[in-house]
C-alpha cells in the first residue's frame, strides 16, 4: 500500500481545512527559529495559533526562513539543508536538515477541504512498517500523535540492524506536513528540542490550485543554489562542522537522490 495514494473515490480535489490546532514546539527564542511574526491585520491572521507550523496566511512576513516554494523552513546556526531531487524528473522531492546527530526531513502534500489525512497516513505507515518486519509504536507526543518506528536496516558491517525514527504530522487548512525525524533525535527527547522547533515553526505556501489529496506541494531550490548549480549535484560542503548527512528515507519509497545546499 502506498503512502500517499490518491483515492478519489474517498476524498475530493476541493480543500480548505480549519487550521491545525495540535500542540507543536513552542516557538524557540534567541536560537533563530523563532518566525519572528507578529500578527496580521487580516481576519485570518487573527486565528493564528500560538505554536506551528504555520499557513502562510497566519504570518506576516517570512521571517528567519529559507524559501523552498511550498514550504519556508527556519534556519539554525549549524543547521545543513539537502533538497531531495528525484533523478528521474529532476523535481525537488523532500528537504532534509541535519543538526548535531540528527536529522528532520520534511514534505508537504494538498489535502482535502473537510478532513485531514494523518490519522490515515499513520496508519499505512505503520502498516508497511510491520510488513517489513519492523515496530511502531503510535503514541502521544509534542505535536499530536505521532509513531516511534524501528525500521530494519543494514548496518555498515553489513549485519542487520534497526533504524530508529519518528514519523510526525500536522494537517493544516488544505495541506498536511510530515516530518521524520532519525538519528538520536528519534530516541533521545532532549537531542530532538531543536529539530521539533525547526519544523514547529515551518511556514506552508499553498497554493489556490485545485489539488487532489496527498499530492506533493511544489519544493524549488533556493535562489542561491538556482544560481549555476544543476539539480543532482553538490553545490557545497555545508557549513564547518555541520552535522553529518543523515539518510533521508521514506520506508515506502525509493529514496531520491541527495542535493546539498546551504
Given amino acids: 500500500m502506498g503512502l500517499f495514494r490518491r483515492n478519489a473515490s474517498k476524498k475530493g480535489t476541493d480543500e480548505a481545512r480549519e ?43 517570512m521571517g528567519p526562513r529559507v524559501d523552498l516554494g511550498a514550504v519556508w523552513l527556519p534556519v539554525l546556526p549549524g543547521l545543513e539543508l539537502r533538497m531531495e531531487v528525484d533523478k528521474k524528473t529532476q523535481k525537488v522531492t523532500g528537504v532534509s ?37 519492523g515496530t511502531v509504536d503510535d ?19 553489513g ?20 516530518g521524520v525525524l532519525s538519528g538520536r533525535a528519534a530516541v533521545d527527547p ?32 533556493p535562489k542561491s543554489a538556482r544560481q549555476g548549480d544543476a539539480p543532482g549535484e553538490d553545490t557545497t560542503a555545508g557549513p564547518e562542522g555541520a552535522a553529518p548527512q543523515t539518510p533521508s528515507f521514506d520506508p515506502l519509497t525509493r529514496g531520491p537522490e541527495i542535493t546539498e545546499i546551504r
Fill in 97 to 133: 536538515a541535519t543538526l548535531n546527530g540528527s536529522g528532520l526531513q520534511v514534505q508537504a502534500f494538498a489535502a482535502p477541504r473537510t478532513a485531514g489525512i494523518w490519522d490515515e497516513v499513520r496508519a499505512e505507515i505503520g502498516s508497511s512498517i510491520t510488513r517489513q518486519g
Fill in 159 to 178: 549485519k542487520p540492524a534497526v533504524r530508529p525514527a519518528r514519523f510526525v504530522g500536522v494537517d493544516g487548512p488544505r495541506w498536511f506536513l510530515r
Fill in 190 to 221: 532532549e537531542a530532538a528540542k531543536q529539530l521539533e522547533s525547526v519544523f514547529a515553526n515551518v511556514v506552508v505556501v499553498r497554493d489556490g490550485n485545485p489539488r487532489p489529496p496527498r499530492d506533493l506541494l511544489t519544493l524549488t531550490l
Fill in 19 to 61: 487550521p491545525a490546532t495540535a500542540e507543536a514546539a513552542a516557538p524557540a527564542t534567541g536560537d533563530g527559529t523563532g518566525s519572528g511574526d507578529g500578527p496580521g491585520t487580516d481576519e485570518g491572521a487573527a486565528e493564528r495559533p500560538e505554536r506551528g507550523p504555520f499557513d502562510s496566511t497566519q504570518v506576516t512576513g
Fill in 139 to 157: 503514541v502521544p507526543g509534542t505535536f499530536g500523535r505521532e509513531l516511534i518506528a524501528r525500521i530494519p536496516a543494514t548496518g555498515p558491517d
